[in-house]
């Protein structure tokens, strides 16, 4: 904004309100991302953003390079320019194995002569864009890449955009000049939702966060930047001027803190070597959980003096270390596609791979999702493809090396006709996923409507795994859900692998899960977009299955959460005379319920148990808890086969890890409030 000398002058209280405004939205900034507890309410910050930018426009004089109302530039740029880092950007040596971390601790106390231990700061390493923030007077001046570490690009526009990196620095005895490192991720959450709207826009997606983060800033219109979900935390410092900084790293990070930037909130100090490793194991059972990539821990001498006496090696310190977790990316070679039949009767294409390590594990198989994504990747069979995986996610291919592509790749071509029952393939307008029309007539569809029948959640048959109810099936021995109640000892003991206790028991199940309730039988039937919750909502909205099936599109639209397209499969499955019988046939093998109670005082969560872990960034742990217990849910302390959902924060662990392992749904933050929302909770 240029000031002319004809500008309107602001009064003395317009220029104070001015001031004020400054400091309740900086105050706002700093407590929404740095201490993830805000105050004031978005509506309030919205309004208080507002009158400042009236008066601004009012009176430019009043307009500073730190107003908070300056984040976002006027037009795009034609170029980067250079800038030169006075003190260089070092990067870090790697260490891929606990004996290489050794030999790093080794190496520091030989060279500062001592047989003492040695403590070390140990902080993720974030795949992000390595940064460079100047401040001068508190005000910041210029933000650069790291480039090739000498010299970087000025993406001073693009940076200031990001909510994290503070305009101007708080508290006292900020240093005239103060140049901060750190690096500028996005977070899952976001790049998720980043994904998804340029995919629903038809627009090319990223391949993963740290590619969305670089493109992000490398915008030369800091207009695109200010959309996407970038965050800042900061690991360093280089020129300092007018100020001496605490004598540990881990201290100089928390007066960091204090002046208004991000740290890690895992960040912390070991006492020695074994206590790095120690570190490095406990963060990585975390990693998954994590709301950001991380690719390994850094690990610095926590004294800053220590750190001078040991210096450089040419582009690194000798006092840091970076020890690396395996990649969650990897190359290998794409050897052909399978397509796999699921329940609903989606064609799903899979990608057999050369095996590879990747994530920790030796992958052999991904998800190529459906024909578009196909397309998108443009992928042919004998490419040289990358794979991701990423904790528990199936391994998806994410990008095509296409240098690598050899003359004789060939095209993927969808089938036309079902792999398994030969029935033609159908891709209703406008959905990604292509469908086998055979129903249950598909012996593969028939087979997942079984296991989604028996599982946990759903008739929770103990014993009837995945593999047995193949084996039933390709025998001849089972050809629906309900012919599993007509299932004989003398049949079960005679297959292989079965011996005679196993197959009582197998019976002793079937027997149990006959007992079930209303919710559970509408989830088992897999009716298509019925879920666990709509299966609730269903339950409590009719009552009683009679009811429901003759319910039609209109009524079900009256239950809680139900749709248009929810309610046309339910009022389908009900009209198709299999499902008929089979319900039927269930009923007559003996599977009751009690009646549910219909709407009344009933609250949405009552008889849920819900978790709590992690850290939550917008709302207190104790509002989570008010909210939910107002809807009727128990907020329990630990997970367990009765927990029905955990809301899960940044830094969940073993919560989390559990919940996976029993199946148990999990929601992020978001999700949460927005299920919270769509409850009539006002947040
Ligand atoms: N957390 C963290 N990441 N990181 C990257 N600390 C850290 N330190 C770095 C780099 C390149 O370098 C300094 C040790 C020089």
């Known amino acids: ?253 928390l007066q960091l803190n204090r002046w208004g930037f991000r740290i890690n909130s895992e960040m912390a100090a070991a006492r020695d070597i074994d206590g790095c490793i120690e570190y490095y194991q406990q963060l990585g059972e975390k990693r998954d959980a994590l709301p950001y990539d991380i690719d390994g821990i850094v690990f610095k001498v926590n004294d800053t003096a220590l750190q001078r006496r040991l210096g450089f090696v040419a582009r690194a310190p000798r006092w840091a270390m970076a020890y690396k977790f395996p990649a969650q990316e990897e190359m290998t070679e794409l050897l052909d596609v399978e397509f796999q039949v699921g329940r609903t009767g989606a064609v799903t294409p899979v990608a057999r791979l050369k095996p590879v390590f990747v994530g920790g594990v030796t992958v052999s198989n991904a998800t190529l999702h459906n024909r578009d994504e196909i397309e998108r990747l443009g992928v042919k069979v004998g490419d040289t493809v990358v794979i991701r995986r990423a904790g528990d996610v199936i391994p998806q291919v994410v990008s095509v090396v296409e240098s690598k592509r050899p003359k004789n790749a060939r095209d993927i071509e969808f089938p036309t006709h079902c792999p398994v029952c030969d029935s033609p393939v159908e891709s209703t307008p406008g959905e990604a ?91 088992a039937l897999g009716i298509r977009e019925v879920g666990e919750a709509t299966a609730r909502n269903l339950a409590r909205h009719y009552g009683d299955l009679e009811s429901l099936m003759q319910a039609d599109e209109e009524s079900l639209q009256e239950v809680e959460d139900v749709g248009p397209v929810v309610a046309h499969f339910v009022a389908e499955f009900f009209q198709q005379t299999h499902a008929q019988e089979e319900i039927e046939a269930l009923r007559q093998a003996g599977v009751h319920w009690q009646p549910e109670e219909t709407g009344g005082e009933e609250q949405p969560l009552s008889g849920q148990t819900w978790v709590l872990t992690g ?32 809301v899960a924060g940044p830094g969940a662990g073993s919560k989390l890890n559990k919940a996976r392992e029993l199946d148990i749904p999990t929601l992020d933050e978001e999700a949460f409030i927005e299920m919270l929302r769509g409850r009539g909770i006002e947040i």
């Open 433 to 523: 996923v292509a469908r086998c029309s055979g129903g249950l007539i598909c012996s593969a569809q028939r087979k997942q409507a079984i296991k989604h029948f028996a599982s946990r959640k759903a008739m929770d048959i103990d014993g009837l795994g995945d593999k047995l109810v193949e084996q039933l099936v390709d025998e001849g021995l089972l050809h629906s859900v309900s012919g599993l109640y007509d299932l004989t000892l003398e049949q079960l003991a005679g297959l292989e692998r079965m011996g005679q206790k196993s197959a009582q028991n197998l019976l002793d199940a079937l027997e149990r899960s006959k007992d079930t309730t209303l919710p559970k039988f509408l989830y």
């Open 1 to 253: 904004m240029t000031k002319k000398s004809t500008d309107k002058q602001p009064t003395t209280e317009q220029r104070q309100r001015a001031q004020e405004l400054h400091d309740i939205l900086q105050r706002a900034n700093y407590q929404y991302y740095v201490l993830d507890d805000p105050e004031l309410p978005d509506a309030e910050y919205d309004r208080r953003l507002r009158e400042l930018q009236d008066l601004e426009a009012e009176y430019p004089d009043l307009v500073t390079p730190d107003s908070p109302t300056q984040r976002v530039g006027a037009g795009p740029l034609t170029s980067f320019a250079e800038v030169r880092h006075e003190v260089p950007m070092l990067s870090l040596d790697n260490a891929f194995n606990d004996e290489e971390l050794q030999e790093f601790d080794r190496r520091v106390r030989d060279r500062l002569n001592t047989s003492e231990p040695v403590e070390y700061a140990c902080e993720p390493k974030l795949d992000g864009i390595a940064i460079s923030l100047l401040y001068r007077e508190g005000v910041l001046e210029r933000a650069a890449t790291r480039g090739d570490g000498t010299t970087g690009e000025d993406i001073t526009q693009n940076v200031r955009t990001v909510g994290s990196v503070p305009l101007r620095l708080l508290g006292n005895g900020v240093p005239a000049v103060l140049e901060v490192r750190g690096e500028i991720y996005m977070p899952k959450d976001g790049f998720a939702a980043l994904n998804k709207k340029a995919a629903e826009a038809g627009e090319k997606t990223f391949v993963n966060p740290r590619n969305a983060a670089a493109g992000s800033l490398r915008q030369l219109d800091s207009r695109i930047t200010a959309q996407r979900p970038l965050q800042l935390c900061v690991y360093g410092v280089g020129q300092v001027e007018g100020a001496t900084l605490p004598g540990k790293h881990t201290e100089m990070l």
């Open 615 to 646: 850290k939550l960034e917008t709302l207190s742990r104790s509002e989570a808890k008010d909210y939910l217990q107002r809807l009727g849910a128990k907020v329990a302390g630990s997970v367990s086969a009765k927990t029905d959902s955990v």
